[in-house]
Protein backbone atom coordinates (compact mmCIF):
# COMPACT_ATOMS: atom_id res chain seq x y z
CA UNK A 1 0.00 0.00 0.00
CA UNK A 2 2.68 1.99 0.36
CA UNK A 3 4.52 2.01 -2.68
CA UNK A 4 1.32 2.82 -4.46
CA UNK A 5 0.70 5.84 -2.06
CA UNK A 6 4.07 7.61 -3.05
CA UNK A 7 4.05 7.81 -6.54
CA UNK A 8 0.80 9.39 -5.41
CA UNK A 9 2.05 11.48 -2.99
CA UNK A 10 4.98 12.98 -5.49
CA UNK A 11 2.38 13.92 -7.71
CA UNK A 12 0.28 15.51 -5.33
CA UNK A 13 3.60 17.58 -4.25
CA UNK A 14 4.62 18.89 -7.61
CA UNK A 15 0.89 20.23 -7.61
CA UNK A 16 1.24 22.09 -4.57
CA UNK A 17 2.23 25.99 -4.84
CA UNK A 18 5.86 26.88 -3.00
CA UNK A 19 4.77 29.79 -1.55
CA UNK A 20 1.51 28.96 0.54
CA UNK A 21 1.98 25.22 0.30
CA UNK A 22 -1.24 24.55 -0.77
CA UNK A 23 -2.45 22.55 -4.32
CA UNK A 24 -2.49 25.54 -7.01
CA UNK A 25 -5.47 27.65 -7.16
CA UNK A 26 -5.34 29.49 -10.63
CA UNK A 27 -1.93 29.16 -11.02
CA UNK A 28 0.35 31.46 -13.40
CA UNK A 29 3.84 30.72 -15.48
CA UNK A 30 6.41 33.12 -15.66
CA UNK A 31 9.70 33.64 -17.27
CA UNK A 32 11.44 30.89 -15.24
CA UNK A 33 9.09 28.59 -15.91
CA UNK A 34 8.24 28.38 -12.24
CA UNK A 35 4.24 28.54 -11.23
CA UNK A 36 2.36 29.94 -8.41
CA UNK A 37 -1.10 30.40 -7.11
CA UNK A 38 -1.48 33.22 -8.81
CA UNK A 39 -2.80 35.33 -5.51
CA UNK A 40 0.33 34.07 -3.89
CA UNK A 41 2.58 35.32 -6.93
CA UNK A 42 0.79 38.75 -6.83
CA UNK A 43 1.18 38.92 -3.15
CA UNK A 44 5.08 38.21 -3.08
CA UNK A 45 5.82 40.63 -5.44
CA UNK A 46 3.82 43.94 -5.16
CA UNK A 47 6.34 45.06 -2.98
CA UNK A 48 8.42 45.30 -6.23
CA UNK A 49 8.11 48.05 -7.83
CA UNK A 50 9.54 47.31 -11.55
CA UNK A 51 11.14 43.91 -11.20
CA UNK A 52 10.73 41.21 -9.01
CA UNK A 53 12.63 37.64 -8.19
CA UNK A 54 11.41 34.32 -9.06
CA UNK A 55 10.53 32.88 -5.17
CA UNK A 56 12.84 29.28 -6.41
CA UNK A 57 14.89 30.60 -8.34
CA UNK A 58 15.47 34.11 -7.27
CA UNK A 59 15.94 34.57 -10.99
CA UNK A 60 15.14 38.34 -11.96
CA UNK A 61 11.65 39.48 -14.10
CA UNK A 62 9.92 42.19 -15.20
CA UNK A 63 6.64 43.04 -13.95
CA UNK A 64 3.99 42.27 -16.65
CA UNK A 65 0.50 39.94 -16.66
CA UNK A 66 1.45 36.57 -16.34
CA UNK A 67 0.24 33.24 -18.21
CA UNK A 68 -2.61 31.51 -16.69
CA UNK A 69 -1.78 27.60 -16.59
CA UNK A 70 -5.13 26.31 -16.60
CA UNK A 71 -3.83 22.60 -17.07
CA UNK A 72 -1.99 22.54 -14.04
CA UNK A 73 -5.06 24.27 -12.35
CA UNK A 74 -7.38 20.81 -13.95
CA UNK A 75 -4.41 18.87 -12.44
CA UNK A 76 -4.28 20.40 -8.83
CA UNK A 77 -7.93 19.97 -8.70
CA UNK A 78 -7.99 16.44 -9.39
CA UNK A 79 -5.51 15.34 -7.09
CA UNK A 80 -7.76 17.29 -4.17
CA UNK A 81 -10.49 14.71 -4.87
CA UNK A 82 -7.68 12.25 -4.11
CA UNK A 83 -9.07 12.95 -0.58
CA UNK A 84 -9.69 9.17 0.94
CA UNK A 85 -5.76 8.38 0.04
CA UNK A 86 -3.58 11.09 2.15
CA UNK A 87 -2.30 11.35 5.37
CA UNK A 88 -3.17 13.13 8.12
CA UNK A 89 -1.18 15.85 7.20
CA UNK A 90 -2.69 16.13 3.80
CA UNK A 91 -6.31 16.58 5.58
CA UNK A 92 -4.56 18.70 8.30
CA UNK A 93 -3.57 20.59 4.85
CA UNK A 94 -6.33 20.54 3.27
CA UNK A 95 -8.69 22.42 5.82
CA UNK A 96 -5.96 25.39 6.13
CA UNK A 97 -6.07 25.44 2.25
CA UNK A 98 -9.94 26.01 2.98
CA UNK A 99 -9.55 28.75 5.37
CA UNK A 100 -6.89 30.12 2.94
CA UNK A 101 -9.11 30.27 0.29
CA UNK A 102 -11.60 32.65 1.31
CA UNK A 103 -8.78 35.12 2.31
CA UNK A 104 -6.92 34.51 -1.30
CA UNK A 105 -10.57 35.09 -2.96
CA UNK A 106 -11.11 38.73 -0.80
CA UNK A 107 -7.30 39.42 -2.37
CA UNK A 108 -8.32 38.05 -5.83
CA UNK A 109 -11.48 40.40 -5.35
CA UNK A 110 -9.28 43.13 -3.92
CA UNK A 111 -7.04 42.76 -7.18
CA UNK A 112 -10.27 42.46 -9.22
CA UNK A 113 -11.05 45.85 -8.09
CA UNK A 114 -8.35 47.72 -8.64
CA UNK A 115 -9.55 46.71 -13.01
CA UNK A 116 -6.93 47.69 -15.79
CA UNK A 117 -5.00 50.00 -17.37
CA UNK A 118 -7.51 51.61 -20.12
CA UNK A 119 -4.70 52.21 -22.78
CA UNK A 120 -2.52 48.97 -21.86
CA UNK A 121 -5.02 46.69 -19.93
CA UNK A 122 -2.32 45.77 -17.65
CA UNK A 123 -3.31 45.80 -14.25
CA UNK A 124 -2.61 48.72 -12.44
CA UNK A 125 -0.43 47.60 -9.80
CA UNK A 126 1.39 51.10 -9.14
CA UNK A 127 0.56 54.25 -7.96
CA UNK A 128 1.64 57.88 -8.88
CA UNK A 129 2.09 60.31 -5.93
CA UNK A 130 2.20 63.27 -8.40
CA UNK A 131 -1.43 62.78 -10.02
CA UNK A 132 -2.65 61.03 -6.78
CA UNK A 133 -4.20 57.56 -8.98
CA UNK A 134 -3.37 54.20 -9.48
CA UNK A 135 -1.48 53.36 -13.16
CA UNK A 136 0.17 50.14 -14.38
CA UNK A 137 3.68 49.70 -15.45
CA UNK A 138 3.38 50.90 -18.71
CA UNK A 139 1.85 54.11 -17.57
CA UNK A 140 5.19 54.22 -15.43
CA UNK A 141 7.62 54.56 -18.66
CA UNK A 142 5.37 57.33 -20.37
CA UNK A 143 6.73 60.60 -21.24
CA UNK A 144 3.72 61.59 -19.17
CA UNK A 145 4.55 60.32 -15.87
CA UNK A 146 8.73 60.31 -16.17
CA UNK A 147 9.64 62.54 -13.58
CA UNK A 148 6.50 61.12 -10.85
CA UNK A 149 7.64 58.80 -7.76
CA UNK A 150 5.89 55.65 -7.74
CA UNK A 151 5.15 53.33 -5.24
CA UNK A 152 3.05 50.09 -5.39
CA UNK A 153 -0.70 50.29 -4.81
CA UNK A 154 -0.51 48.60 -1.55
CA UNK A 155 2.29 50.26 0.18
CA UNK A 156 0.68 53.39 -0.91
CA UNK A 157 -2.88 51.83 0.13
CA UNK A 158 -1.09 51.37 3.47
CA UNK A 159 0.41 54.66 3.78
CA UNK A 160 -2.85 56.16 3.45
CA UNK A 161 -4.15 53.60 5.97
CA UNK A 162 -1.57 54.88 8.48
CA UNK A 163 -2.90 58.45 7.87
CA UNK A 164 -6.50 57.46 8.34
CA UNK A 165 -5.10 55.18 11.51
CA UNK A 166 -3.55 58.46 12.41
CA UNK A 167 -6.76 60.86 11.85
CA UNK A 168 -8.64 58.00 13.70
CA UNK A 169 -6.57 58.21 16.80
CA UNK A 170 -7.13 62.05 16.20
CA UNK A 171 -10.96 61.39 16.08
CA UNK A 172 -10.84 59.22 18.99
CA UNK A 173 -9.20 61.62 21.49
CA UNK A 174 -11.40 64.34 20.21
CA UNK A 175 -14.05 62.20 20.96
CA UNK A 176 -13.07 60.93 24.28
CA UNK A 177 -13.11 65.30 24.95
CA UNK A 178 -16.92 65.44 23.82
CA UNK A 179 -17.58 62.76 25.72
CA UNK A 180 -15.66 64.49 28.73
CA UNK A 181 -17.69 67.47 27.75
CA UNK A 182 -21.19 66.32 27.64
CA UNK A 183 -20.93 64.87 31.49
CA UNK A 184 -19.34 67.93 31.77
CA UNK A 185 -22.20 69.97 30.70
CA UNK A 186 -24.73 67.23 31.76
CA UNK A 187 -23.32 68.42 35.51
CA UNK A 188 -23.43 71.94 34.69
CA UNK A 189 -27.39 71.56 33.51
CA UNK A 190 -27.90 69.33 36.74
CA UNK A 191 -26.45 71.94 38.52
CA UNK A 192 -28.38 74.58 36.79
CA UNK A 193 -31.43 73.27 37.33
CA UNK A 194 -30.89 73.23 41.09
CA UNK A 195 -29.62 76.84 41.40
CA UNK A 196 -32.90 77.20 39.09
CA UNK A 197 -34.78 75.29 41.76
CA UNK A 198 -33.14 77.34 44.62
CA UNK A 199 -33.67 81.10 42.85
CA UNK A 200 -36.82 80.18 42.39
CA UNK A 201 -37.56 79.01 45.96
CA UNK A 202 -35.51 82.25 47.28
CA UNK A 203 -37.51 84.51 45.57
CA UNK A 204 -40.56 83.08 46.16
CA UNK A 205 -39.50 83.07 49.76
CA UNK A 206 -38.59 86.51 49.61
CA UNK A 207 -41.85 87.41 48.43
CA UNK A 208 -43.87 85.28 51.11
CA UNK A 209 -41.62 87.67 53.61
CA UNK A 210 -42.83 90.75 51.43
CA UNK A 211 -46.16 90.01 51.83
CA UNK A 212 -45.81 89.21 55.55
CA UNK A 213 -44.17 92.99 56.30
CA UNK A 214 -46.72 94.27 53.91
CA UNK A 215 -50.06 92.69 55.63
CA UNK A 216 -47.89 94.16 59.13
CA UNK A 217 -47.60 97.67 57.44
CA UNK A 218 -51.03 97.50 55.60
CA UNK A 219 -52.40 96.72 59.50
CA UNK A 220 -50.54 99.29 61.05
CA UNK A 221 -51.76 102.14 58.67
CA UNK A 222 -55.43 100.71 59.31
CA UNK A 223 -54.52 101.09 62.55
CA UNK A 224 -53.47 104.58 62.01
CA UNK A 225 -56.62 105.39 60.40
CA UNK A 226 -58.93 103.73 62.74
CA UNK A 227 -57.46 105.81 65.90
CA UNK A 228 -57.16 108.92 63.65
CA UNK A 229 -60.74 108.34 62.78
CA UNK A 230 -61.73 107.44 66.78
CA UNK A 231 -60.49 110.73 67.68
CA UNK A 232 -61.62 113.19 65.42
CA UNK A 233 -65.35 111.08 65.90
CA UNK A 234 -64.80 112.08 69.55
CA UNK A 235 -63.92 115.59 68.75
CA UNK A 236 -66.60 116.02 66.43
CA UNK A 237 -69.35 114.78 68.81
CA UNK A 238 -68.30 116.58 71.35
CA UNK A 239 -68.10 119.38 69.32
CA UNK A 240 -71.73 118.89 68.35
CA UNK A 241 -73.27 118.52 72.01
CA UNK A 242 -71.48 121.88 72.55
CA UNK A 243 -73.05 123.45 69.76
CA UNK A 244 -76.53 122.07 70.38
CA UNK A 245 -76.14 123.08 74.38
CA UNK A 246 -75.30 126.34 72.72
CA UNK A 247 -78.13 126.19 70.21
CA UNK A 248 -80.81 125.74 73.37
CA UNK A 249 -79.45 128.55 74.98
CA UNK A 250 -79.48 130.93 72.22
CA UNK A 251 -83.15 129.36 71.98
CA UNK A 252 -84.06 130.21 75.61
CA UNK A 253 -82.54 133.66 75.72
CA UNK A 254 -84.89 134.00 72.41
CA UNK A 255 -87.85 133.07 74.35
CA UNK A 256 -87.10 134.94 77.35
CA UNK A 257 -86.81 138.11 75.09
CA UNK A 258 -89.94 137.38 73.85
CA UNK A 259 -91.51 137.50 77.64
CA UNK A 260 -89.49 140.61 78.34
CA UNK A 261 -90.83 142.60 75.37
CA UNK A 262 -94.35 141.72 76.51
CA UNK A 263 -93.74 143.61 80.00
CA UNK A 264 -95.25 147.07 80.82
CA UNK A 265 -92.99 150.29 80.02
CA UNK A 266 -91.88 150.40 83.49
CA UNK A 267 -91.33 146.94 84.00
CA UNK A 268 -89.30 146.60 81.10
CA UNK A 269 -86.93 149.71 81.52
CA UNK A 270 -86.58 149.14 85.07
CA UNK A 271 -84.49 145.87 84.37
CA UNK A 272 -83.15 147.08 81.12
CA UNK A 273 -79.54 146.99 82.12
CA UNK A 274 -79.45 143.27 83.24
CA UNK A 275 -81.38 142.17 80.00
CA UNK A 276 -78.46 143.95 77.84
CA UNK A 277 -75.82 142.49 80.03
CA UNK A 278 -77.33 138.43 79.44
CA UNK A 279 -77.77 139.68 75.88
CA UNK A 280 -74.47 140.57 75.46
CA UNK A 281 -72.74 137.35 76.74
CA UNK A 282 -74.79 135.25 74.67
CA UNK A 283 -73.97 137.18 71.85
CA UNK A 284 -70.39 137.31 72.33
CA UNK A 285 -70.28 133.54 73.10
CA UNK A 286 -68.99 132.22 69.29
CA UNK A 287 -68.28 128.35 68.15
CA UNK A 288 -65.09 128.27 66.37
CA UNK A 289 -65.76 126.01 63.15
CA UNK A 290 -64.59 122.50 63.59
CA UNK A 291 -61.15 121.41 61.36
CA UNK A 292 -60.63 117.50 60.65
CA UNK A 293 -57.26 117.13 60.12
CA UNK A 294 -56.38 113.49 58.38
CA UNK A 295 -53.10 112.20 58.66
CA UNK A 296 -52.15 109.80 56.90
CA UNK A 297 -48.60 107.91 57.30
CA UNK A 298 -46.41 106.82 54.20
CA UNK A 299 -45.86 104.06 52.77
CA UNK A 300 -42.63 104.56 51.48
CA UNK A 301 -41.87 100.69 50.07
CA UNK A 302 -44.87 101.85 47.44
CA UNK A 303 -43.15 104.98 46.90
CA UNK A 304 -39.52 102.75 46.48
CA UNK A 305 -41.85 100.38 44.00
CA UNK A 306 -43.27 103.00 41.71
CA UNK A 307 -40.05 104.86 41.35
CA UNK A 308 -38.83 102.11 39.12
CA UNK A 309 -41.19 103.36 36.33
CA UNK A 310 -39.91 106.98 36.60
CA UNK A 311 -39.67 108.62 33.01
CA UNK A 312 -38.28 111.66 31.69
CA UNK A 313 -40.87 113.85 30.99
CA UNK A 314 -40.48 117.05 28.68
CA UNK A 315 -42.46 120.22 27.37
CA UNK A 316 -43.53 119.96 24.19
CA UNK A 317 -43.70 124.20 23.29
CA UNK A 318 -45.61 123.38 20.38
CA UNK A 319 -48.44 123.15 22.85
CA UNK A 320 -48.26 126.15 24.63
CA UNK A 321 -50.71 128.33 25.73
CA UNK A 322 -50.28 132.13 24.54
CA UNK A 323 -48.84 133.47 28.05
CA UNK A 324 -46.24 130.44 28.87
CA UNK A 325 -42.61 130.91 28.94
CA UNK A 326 -40.75 127.21 28.64
CA UNK A 327 -37.15 126.63 29.99
CA UNK A 328 -34.32 125.34 27.47
CA UNK A 329 -34.32 122.54 29.37
CA UNK A 330 -38.19 122.25 28.51
CA UNK A 331 -38.41 121.02 32.57
CA UNK A 332 -40.47 124.24 33.69
CA UNK A 333 -42.91 126.33 32.71
CA UNK A 334 -43.75 130.00 34.25
CA UNK A 335 -46.67 132.32 33.20
CA UNK A 336 -45.37 135.94 31.75
CA UNK A 337 -48.82 137.52 30.58
CA UNK A 338 -50.67 136.96 27.69
CA UNK A 339 -49.01 137.43 24.54
CA UNK A 340 -50.95 137.58 21.42
CA UNK A 341 -54.78 137.16 21.25
CA UNK A 342 -55.82 134.45 22.99
CA UNK A 343 -58.40 132.14 21.31
CA UNK A 344 -61.71 131.24 22.84
CA UNK A 345 -62.05 127.46 22.07
CA UNK A 346 -63.02 124.46 24.10
CA UNK A 347 -59.11 124.04 24.70
CA UNK A 348 -58.58 126.47 26.11
CA UNK A 349 -60.06 127.41 29.75
CA UNK A 350 -60.88 131.00 31.38
CA UNK A 351 -58.77 130.37 34.63
CA UNK A 352 -55.93 128.07 33.30
CA UNK A 353 -53.13 128.24 30.49
CA UNK A 354 -52.14 124.80 29.77
CA UNK A 355 -49.14 123.04 27.66
CA UNK A 356 -48.86 119.12 27.01
CA UNK A 357 -45.57 116.94 27.92
CA UNK A 358 -44.11 114.47 25.92
CA UNK A 359 -43.44 111.32 25.59
CA UNK A 360 -47.26 109.84 25.01
CA UNK A 361 -48.41 106.97 26.47
CA UNK A 362 -50.02 104.32 24.97
CA UNK A 363 -49.02 100.92 27.08
CA UNK A 364 -47.33 100.30 30.23
CA UNK A 365 -46.22 102.19 33.55
CA UNK A 366 -44.88 105.41 33.96
CA UNK A 367 -44.49 107.79 37.02
CA UNK A 368 -43.42 111.08 37.36
CA UNK A 369 -43.09 114.33 39.80
CA UNK A 370 -43.92 118.05 39.48
CA UNK A 371 -43.19 120.81 41.58
CA UNK A 372 -46.17 122.47 41.69
CA UNK A 373 -46.38 126.53 43.11
CA UNK A 374 -47.86 127.37 46.51
CA UNK A 375 -50.67 128.99 47.09
CA UNK A 376 -51.98 129.43 43.70
CA UNK A 377 -54.60 127.28 41.49
CA UNK A 378 -52.30 124.93 39.43
CA UNK A 379 -53.25 121.54 38.02
CA UNK A 380 -51.25 118.43 36.33
CA UNK A 381 -52.25 115.43 35.11
CA UNK A 382 -53.28 113.34 32.01
CA UNK A 383 -55.21 114.57 29.17
CA UNK A 384 -55.94 113.22 25.61
CA UNK A 385 -57.89 114.93 22.65
CA UNK A 386 -59.75 112.35 20.65
CA UNK A 387 -62.64 113.44 17.82
CA UNK A 388 -65.63 112.93 19.81
CA UNK A 389 -64.61 114.12 23.57
CA UNK A 390 -61.36 115.41 25.78
CA UNK A 391 -60.61 113.18 28.54
CA UNK A 392 -58.41 113.85 31.11
CA UNK A 393 -57.46 112.70 35.16
CA UNK A 394 -56.10 115.49 36.80
CA UNK A 395 -55.25 116.58 40.51
CA UNK A 396 -55.90 120.80 40.88
CA UNK A 397 -55.73 123.16 43.72
CA UNK A 398 -58.02 125.96 44.70
CA UNK A 399 -59.10 128.13 47.63
CA UNK A 400 -61.34 127.01 50.35
CA UNK A 401 -61.85 129.44 53.10
CA UNK A 402 -58.01 131.26 52.29
CA UNK A 403 -56.74 127.90 52.56
CA UNK A 404 -55.25 125.94 49.29
CA UNK A 405 -57.10 122.54 48.79
CA UNK A 406 -56.46 119.67 46.40
CA UNK A 407 -59.34 117.75 44.21
CA UNK A 408 -59.07 115.66 41.60
CA UNK A 409 -61.34 115.92 38.54
CA UNK A 410 -61.62 113.12 35.88
CA UNK A 411 -63.47 113.43 32.38
CA UNK A 412 -63.43 109.55 30.58
CA UNK A 413 -65.86 108.44 27.35
CA UNK A 414 -66.51 105.75 30.17
CA UNK A 415 -68.28 107.95 33.00
CA UNK A 416 -71.19 108.83 32.97
CA UNK A 417 -70.57 112.45 34.50
CA UNK A 418 -67.09 113.81 35.24
CA UNK A 419 -65.65 112.41 37.95
CA UNK A 420 -64.84 115.05 41.07
CA UNK A 421 -63.79 114.49 44.42
CA UNK A 422 -62.44 116.87 47.05
CA UNK A 423 -59.45 115.59 49.00
CA UNK A 424 -57.49 118.09 51.68
CA UNK A 425 -56.09 121.32 52.29
CA UNK A 426 -52.75 121.42 50.28
CA UNK A 427 -49.44 120.74 52.03
CA UNK A 428 -46.78 123.50 51.43
CA UNK A 429 -43.92 123.22 49.26
CA UNK A 430 -46.13 119.95 47.48
CA UNK A 431 -44.40 117.66 44.85
CA UNK A 432 -46.94 115.61 43.09
CA UNK A 433 -45.92 112.14 42.25
CA UNK A 434 -48.13 111.02 39.39
CA UNK A 435 -48.08 107.01 38.67
CA UNK A 436 -49.68 105.74 35.12
CA UNK A 437 -50.50 101.46 34.63
CA UNK A 438 -51.84 102.25 31.34
CA UNK A 439 -52.81 98.15 31.12
CA UNK A 440 -54.82 98.03 34.86
CA UNK A 441 -56.69 101.78 33.58
CA UNK A 442 -55.07 103.44 37.16
CA UNK A 443 -54.79 106.35 37.65
CA UNK A 444 -52.79 107.77 40.93
CA UNK A 445 -51.33 110.52 43.05
CA UNK A 446 -49.17 110.97 45.46
CA UNK A 447 -47.22 113.49 47.36
CA UNK A 448 -43.87 112.18 46.32
CA UNK A 449 -42.26 114.12 49.75
CA UNK A 450 -43.85 112.69 52.28
CA UNK A 451 -44.73 109.09 50.45
CA UNK A 452 -48.64 109.88 50.66
CA UNK A 453 -51.40 108.23 48.32
CA UNK A 454 -53.54 111.20 47.69
CA UNK A 455 -55.77 109.55 45.71
CA UNK A 456 -56.48 106.73 43.22
CA UNK A 457 -58.94 107.19 40.17
CA UNK A 458 -61.57 104.03 40.05
CA UNK A 459 -59.97 101.58 37.62
CA UNK A 460 -60.97 102.20 33.84
CA UNK A 461 -59.86 101.12 30.11
CA UNK A 462 -57.92 103.59 28.72
CA UNK A 463 -57.27 103.15 25.07
CA UNK A 464 -55.23 105.67 22.36
CA UNK A 465 -52.24 107.94 23.43
CA UNK A 466 -52.51 110.12 26.49
CA UNK A 467 -50.22 112.82 27.19
CA UNK A 468 -48.97 114.73 30.15
CA UNK A 469 -50.60 117.73 30.75
CA UNK A 470 -49.58 120.95 32.99
CA UNK A 471 -51.49 124.05 33.59
CA UNK A 472 -50.65 127.37 35.64
CA UNK A 473 -53.46 130.05 36.24
CA UNK A 474 -52.98 133.41 34.28
CA UNK A 475 -50.80 135.12 36.79
CA UNK A 476 -47.29 135.01 37.93
CA UNK A 477 -46.46 131.40 39.23
CA UNK A 478 -43.78 128.73 37.71
CA UNK A 479 -43.95 124.59 38.03
CA UNK A 480 -41.22 122.39 37.30
CA UNK A 481 -40.93 118.54 36.42
CA UNK A 482 -38.87 117.20 38.92
CA UNK A 483 -35.44 115.10 37.67
Given at each position: ???????????????????????????????????????????N????S????????E??????????N??????????????????????????????????????????????K?E?????K????????R???VS?S???????H?F???????????????????????????????????K????????????????I?????????L??????F???????????????????I???????????????????????P???????????????????????????????????L???????????????D?N???????????L????????????????????????V???????????????????????????Y?????C?N?F??????????????V??????????????????????????????????????D??????????????????????????????????C?
Open positions: MSSFLEPIEDFRKELLCSICGNFFADPVSIECGHNFCYCCLFTCQEATFFSCPECRVSQLRDFKARRLGKLAAIAKKLGPHHSQDLEDHSQDLEDRSQDLEDRSQDFEDRGCVHQNVMLFCEDDQPICCQTLEHEATCCMDEAAENFREKLQETMIDLREKTKNVVLQMTHEINFIIFKNQRQSQKNSLFEFQKMQQFKEEKDYLSCVETWATVNSESLSNRSELSHHHQALKKRITELEEERQKALDLLRDMKGILSRNQCVLQKNMEAFTIYMTIPPIEMMEWISKWKVDITLCTADPGLIISEDKSVWYGGIQGEVLNSYERTKDFAKLGSPAFISGRYYWEVKVPEITKWCVGIQKSKDHFVISSTQIQNNPCLYMAQHHLYSHVHLKYRQISPANLKVGIFLDYERGEMSFYAIYGCLIYTFPPTSFSGPFLPLFCLPKEESCLSIP
